[in-house]
Each structure stands twice: as C-alpha cells, then as structure tokens.
C-alpha cells in the first residue's frame, strides 16, 4: 500500500489508480506498466529483493547525472570542468531530489511495507531516481531526458553564473592535479578609510606569488588573487 502518514493525503485504493497518478504526476505514460510498478516499490514490500526499485536507483542516477551533464555543457559553453562539477554535484544531490520528490508529490504513491510509518528523505530521493530508469527503461533516453529537465527545470533556472565562479575552489583544485601544494592567500597591502577599507590579496604557490587583485573584503580580493592565478597557470 502507499504511505498514508499525511491526513491531507488523497486516498489511493488501488494499484493501478496509484500508477496512473503517479503518470499524471511526472507527464510520462508507460507502455509497461511493471517498469513503474518496480519504480515505486520499496524493499519492505517486495517479494524478493529483485523486485524493488534499488537496482533501479542505480541506473536512474547514472542517467539523472547524464542528462544534467549534457545540460550543463550545452547550455554552459564558458564554464570551467570545475564549476561544471560543482554545479552538476547540487543538481543530482539529495537534497535536490528530495525536493523534486515533493513538488511532484511522490511520497504518497510509493509502495512501502506496513512497518514504514514515515517516508525518510533518502527513499524520497531514490524514487525520483528509480523513476527516471523506469522512463528510460520503458521509452529510452531522449524519453528519460525530458522528465528530468520537467522535473527539474526549478533547480535548473537557477544556475545562475555568479553561483559558479568559485575560483578559490578551482584553484584548489587545479593544484591538486600536479600535487599537494596548498594555496596561501596574503595581504600585499590595505587602504581607505575604516568604514571603506580595501585590500590587496595575492595567491602564494610554494615559493610563488601570483598577481593579486583589490576587493572591498578579503573574500572579494581573495576571489580576484585566484582567478589571476588561474589564468596565469593555463596561460603558462
């Protein structure tokens, strides 16, 4: 039977009015109607473990960071691998598709044993997953895409550019790359009066300094200090 934790809930008597809802919900009608059932199906209510949907969770977030890699670097044409990785590892995260989960309202269509009084934010999550490899199980990956892009086009209007440009972090992780090295962030110089106070950062690599830039705080110039340094590592 399907959660009924919530007093708001609408009550869902059987199966098959169960999986056509759950059809209304995320805009997809299965030809196979099985792929959906396995998708909603927790371990605590399956006949045998191969019936729930955990191996499916396991190909629909191979497909979920598919799809919003593609994404990203289609729409994206100027970001580093760096911010590229970052913002795809918030988009595919938990939390996000906990979130996915509610909008859609999923929690009240899964399948779960009687001993599961409440649904917890992982199974949340890993139903969205398993329903993105039913869709794609059922109608391929051009299928698959556009339920994630549906479903997800919230999160994806909000990778703005400014979110992205972490230069510390990819600093951070360009010198990973080559060794241990820590970047040291220094203060060259300070001026303006205390209530306007700016600073002059520099990046220091082992026994080298970098270009460093002004900011109205230390975070603002470390930020510039890092972007100078990058740009003069790619550029040697």
Request: proline share 2%; aromatic share 8%.
């Amino acid at each position: 039977m399907s959660n009924n934790n919530n007093a708001a809930e609408v009550v869902l008597s059987d199966r098959e009015q169960i999986l056509r809802t759950c059809e209304d919900r995320i805009g997809y009608c299965f030809r196979d109607k099985s792929l959906l059932l396995r998708g909603l199906t927790h371990s605590s209510c399956a006949v045998t473990r191969l019936d729930c949907n955990e191996r499916m969770e396991f190909l629909g977030d191979a497909v979920l960071g598919m799809v919003i890699c593609e994404y990203l670097f289609q729409h994206f044409p100027d970001r580093r691998e760096g911010q590229l990785t970052q913002q795809k590892s918030h988009l595919v995260s938990r939390a996000v598709c906990v979130q996915v989960a509610g909008r859609l309202e999923l929690e009240y269509l899964i399948f779960v044993g009687k001993g599961l009084q409440a649904i917890p934010e992982s199974l949340k999550a890993a139903v969205v997953e398993s329903l993105i490899a039913a869709v794609y199980l059922d109608g391929g990956y051009e299928a698959a895409g556009s339920f994630i892009l549906r479903a997800f086009a919230a999160e994806l209007e909000n990778c703005s550019e400014g979110d992205a440009e972490n230069y510390k972090s990819l600093l951070q992780e360009e010198i990973q790359r080559d060794g241990s090295l820590i970047p040291q962030y220094v203060i060259v110089e300070e001026r303006g009066p205390d209530h306007a106070r700016e600073f002059h950062m520099a990046v220091q690599i082992g026994h080298e300094r970098f270009e460093g830039g002004w900011g109205r705080s230390k975070k603002e110039a470390e930020q510039k200090a890092a972007m100078n340094a990058l740009d003069a590592i790619h550029a040697g």
